[in-house]
């Protein structure tokens, strides 16, 4: 039998669900390929909150569960606010939704509906058999958001993509020498290694590796993974020593080269043949899907202005991410090659999403105008 919920205030739903979205944010480059979820319990008198944690442990619900009890509360009765809906199937742990409810939690307040087909409101509806009080849509937006990567896999069957550019005003990324470090300050540079950490993987193309050989990992930020490093390398020309397939973490280099086994095997690089286009290039469209099999939600693109332009034409970037540098350079390297337009109707329409000052730099985030993503 369950005990009487604790009284809460539409406020005081809003604060505890406020509260979980910011802990599922912990959950960033940790729980990867599972979504970001946060929990609050909340008692008489007393609260507790968990976090999923990386793939193969404990989820959120059962970290706020253990919090609980190791501080001594009781967890009868309680609310749980959670940033997604409580598992109903028993993949590499067990149920949520069974844990809340032998712990005898009385009232459960999700902010969004899980899509992935094990889960998708067979959650809900256990908990509701089980006598327990379920709400869902509490800050549904806001906790979209968080986990919009996870989403975009499960239902579009392809990470969701983020373009990352730093420029000048005049919207240069190198000079025409290919002199590209640094155009913007330390902040943003630091700013822009915490979005790598939000992805599965990071993604360049031979272009940038033949340029920059950049690491590509996270090292100006903590984290608890890596993410995957991967490069469009159409011909096989990339050396075993570039930068960017060194540890930390793995890297996948993505060719048309049907046959690359007598590229050199490294332990932590893996090749992989795609489809290639009529012009000889890697199907951008298969490499999407072939990183949603393997588990990435996110996938972070740092790439030049050839493979930027080839992202945006074929209209696979849902988001992009500029960094705007006080200066001007004059002639350089555009941010992408689209191409000469005739009529300004035909350019890429894109809308604001989000303006922040970044030490001396401008970080600016737009998604495609008129676009419904899922």
Request: aromatic share 4%.
């Amino acid at each position: 039998m369950l005990t009487a919920v604790p009284p809460a205030t539409p406020e005081d739903d809003l604060q505890a669900m406020r509260l979980a979205l910011a802990v599922a944010e912990q959950a960033v480059g940790l729980s990867d390929p599972n979504p970001r979820v946060g929990c609050v319990l909340r008692g008489e008198g007393w609260q507790v909150t968990g976090f999923t944690q990386a793939a193969g442990s404990a989820h959120a619900e059962v970290m706020a569960l253990r919090a609980a009890r190791e501080a001594g509360h009781d967890p009868r009765g309680a609310t749980a606010y959670v940033s997604l809906e409580p598992c109903a199937h028993h993949g590499r742990t067990p149920p949520c939704c069974d844990a809340l409810i032998d712990a005898g939690i009385a009232r459960v307040v999700v902010a969004l509906e899980d899509p992935f087909p094990q889960v998708s409101g067979a959650g809900l509806e256990r908990l509701r058999r089980a006598g327990v009080q379920v709400e869902v849509g509490l800050l549904a937006a806001q906790a979209r958001e968080i986990n919009i990567g996870f989403l975009s896999r499960v239902r579009r069957q392809r990470p969701w993509v983020r373009l990352k550019v730093a420029a000048s005003l005049d919207g240069r990324t190198a000079l025409n020498n290919g002199a590209s470090q640094w155009i913007t300050g330390p902040e943003a540079r630091a700013d822009g290694h915490a979005w790598r950490r939000r992805a599965g993987a990071v993604l360049t193309g031979m272009g940038t590796v033949k340029d920059d050989d950049p690491r590509l990992d996270v090292r100006l930020v903590p984290t608890a993974r890596q993410p995957l490093r991967v490069v469009i390398d159409s011909r096989l020309d990339i050396a075993a020593s570039a930068r960017v397939l060194q540890p930390p973490g793995a890297a996948l280099v993505y060719t048309a080269v049907a046959s690359p086994s007598a590229w050199p095997e490294l332990p932590h690089v893996e090749v992989a043949t795609l489809p290639a286009t009529p012009a000889g290039k890697t199907d951008l469209s298969a490499l999407l899907a072939d990183l949603a099999r393997r588990g990435i939600n996110e996938l972070h693109v740092e790439a030049g202005h050839r493979l930027n332009g080839s992202f945006l034409r074929e209209g696979w970037v849902d988001e992009l991410l500029v960094y705007l540098a006080p200066r001007m350079l004059g002639a350089g390297r555009d941010m992408a090659a689209l191409g000469p337009l005739e009529r300004l109707a035909d350019g890429l329409d894109f809308e604001f999403i989000d303006c922040t000052r970044v030490g001396a730099d401008l970080r600016l985030r737009l998604r495609p105008r008129g676009r419904d993503h899922f």
